[in-house]
Structure formats: C-alpha cells, structure tokens
C-alpha cells in the first residue's frame, strides 16, 4: 500500500516505520494517524513479520500534534484528539514486538506514540515530554496512563503537570527509554535489538508481550493465571520443540512460528 506521510520499509522480518513530514517535526495530523492505522493493520496481516521499529524522519522523532491543526481544536476539538488515540491504538495494537528508535523529539503525541512501543531507544540529543498543560489541555492518546505505568506516578505526575521535557539521559533514568546511544549510532542499534527478537520464537515473543501488557490491568493472581495459561498453549508449539533440540545441540534455535 503507497503511504504519503509514512514510510513503509520491510526488510526481512522486520518493518521499519519512518514517520515522514521531517519539515513538520514529523508533528501528527489526521492524515498521518490514519496512514499509521493502515500500516499497523498491513504489518498484523503478514504473519512473516515479527518486529517493527518506528522513527522519524529528519531531526526530530514526532513533535507532536500539527500546529497548523491545532486551531482547528477551537471549532472541532474531537477531530485532534482523534488524531492522537487514532495513532496510539494503531501502534498498541501490533502483535509482534515494536520498537521505537527515538531521533529527536518525542513531545505530546509523539511521545504517546513512543509510550505505545514495547522498547524505547533514544538518542544522546532526544527530548521527550508532554507540553499540553501549557496549552489548556492535557494528552489525548493514552499518555496520562501509559506514562505513569512506565515511570511510575510520581514521574509522570510531575512531567504532566509542569509541562517540562526531559533529556535522554534523564529518560534513561527514570526507565522511560532502555538505553541511551549516540545520534549516528541509533538506527544500528535499534537493528540489532530487532534482529535479536526476529531470532527468538515469534509465538513465544507475542505471548511474552501479551502477558506483562494485559498483566499490568490484573492482580497478581489474575496475571499469575494468564502467564500459566500461555505458558501452557506453547506447551504444544513445534517452536517449543525446536527450542529444546537446538539447547540440547548446543546450536540457535530455527523458529517458524508454528
């Protein structure tokens, strides 16, 4: 499928998303949101991909909402927010692994986006936060809810209310990214890190992803129970199989997702 706003670039088993309107900041409109629903539904639909990375093209990750939109909010507010939970929930709803290498900055709904990725890389020059406080608002794609879930309330409450970013190195800290990296090196680190989950059993990977996800809305006992439930499912996979024989052998494991 042709895209505008968005690169769709496969490469193996992995797709790459380039969020493409680097004269924007990459910054969200509707057109892009509904590109990214797309492309999320086209990656679900081919069952030989098995991770996604998402970026943006030029210096910034995704600056958030487009400016040039957002004085629609005055007369249609709906439309906007639309914009933000549009692309949230194309993103959360990937089934294989996602993985955000985040160029630049990552404000409002571009950090929502991010937020929506199972692993967040950074680079030394990133800049993430939600300035909507600033603007009378406050973020309308699932921020206010997956942020505190990574960081914790304290973090998220603090980033919300001041409406100030954070550099990469504080990001790491605070354990919204997982690693920091140079600027030149961000695209071959989040190449490695993909390449590490394509190797691993894709079954295994996306049960692996839906435990800890629906986990975090269930009590201990409830998640305890879906984690024995999947355990028990991959239990009869050929990929499980394999996994034994290429331990025993002393070799990496040749997984079909079967």
Request: with cysteine.
């Given at each position: 499928?042709?895209?505008?706003?968005?690169?769709?670039?496969?490469?193996?088993?992995?797709?790459?998303?380039?969020l493409?309107?680097?004269?924007?900041?990459?910054?969200?409109?509707?057109?892009?949101?509904?590109?990214?629903?797309?492309?999320?539904?086209?990656?679900?639909?081919?069952?030989?991909?098995?991770?996604?990375?998402?970026?943006?093209?030029?210096?910034?990750?995704?600056?958030?909402?487009?400016?040039?939109?957002?004085?629609?909010?005055?007369?249609d507010?709906?439309?906007?927010?639309?914009?933000?939970?549009?692309?949230?929930?194309?993103?959360?709803?990937?089934?294989?692994?996602?993985?955000?290498?985040?160029?630049?900055?990552?404000?409002?709904?571009?950090?929502?986006?991010?937020?929506?990725c199972?692993?967040?890389?950074?680079?030394?020059?990133?800049?993430?936060?939600?300035?909507?406080?600033?603007?009378?608002?406050?973020?309308?794609?699932?921020?206010?809810?997956?942020?505190?879930?990574?960081?914790?309330?304290?973090?998220?409450?603090?980033?919300?209310?001041?409406?100030?970013?954070?550099?990469?190195?504080?990001?790491?800290?605070?354990?919204?990214?997982?690693?920091?990296?140079?600027?030149?090196?961000?695209?071959?680190?989040?190449?490695?890190?993909?390449?590490?989950?394509?190797?691993?059993?894709?079954i295994?990977v996306?049960?692996?992803?839906?435990?800890v996800?629906?986990g975090?809305?269930?009590?201990?006992?409830?998640?305890?129970?879906?984690?024995?439930?999947?355990?028990?499912?991959?239990?009869?996979?050929?990929?499980?199989?394999?996994?034994?024989?290429?331990f025993?052998?002393?070799?990496?494991?040749?997984?079909?997702?079967?």
């Amino acid at each position: 499928m042709p895209y505008t706003n968005l690169v769709y670039d496969k490469r193996e088993q992995t797709v790459w998303l380039t969020l493409n309107r680097p004269h924007q900041g990459n910054a969200l409109n509707l057109d892009l949101a509904n590109e990214l629903r797309d492309a999320c539904r086209e990656i679900n639909e081919d069952e030989d991909v098995r991770a996604v990375v998402v970026t943006g093209a030029g210096a910034s990750f995704c600056s958030g909402l487009d400016p040039e939109d957002l004085s629609s909010m005055i007369s249609d507010p709906v439309k906007q927010a639309n914009a933000a939970s549009i692309a949230a929930a194309a993103l959360a709803s990937v089934n294989c692994a996602a993985i955000a290498a985040i160029n630049g900055d990552a404000l409002g709904a571009g950090l929502e986006l991010a937020l929506c990725c199972d692993i967040r890389i950074a680079s030394g020059n990133a800049s993430l936060g939600f300035p909507e406080t600033a603007y009378g608002l406050i973020p309308g794609g699932g921020g206010t809810q997956r942020l505190s879930r990574i960081v914790g309330k304290g973090k998220a409450t603090e980033m919300l209310l001041t409406a100030d970013p954070i550099e990469a190195g504080e990001a790491y800290r605070v354990g919204l990214v997982s690693s920091v990296v140079a600027e030149g090196d961000l695209m071959d680190e989040a190449e490695a890190v993909a390449g590490r989950i394509v190797s691993r059993a894709p079954i295994a990977v996306a049960y692996g992803k839906e435990a800890v996800n629906k986990g975090m809305d269930m009590t201990l006992a409830q998640g305890l129970r879906l984690e024995a439930d999947l355990s028990f499912l991959l239990q009869s996979t050929a990929d499980r199989a394999e996994g034994i024989r290429a331990f025993i052998e002393k070799r990496s494991g040749q997984f079909k997702g079967e």
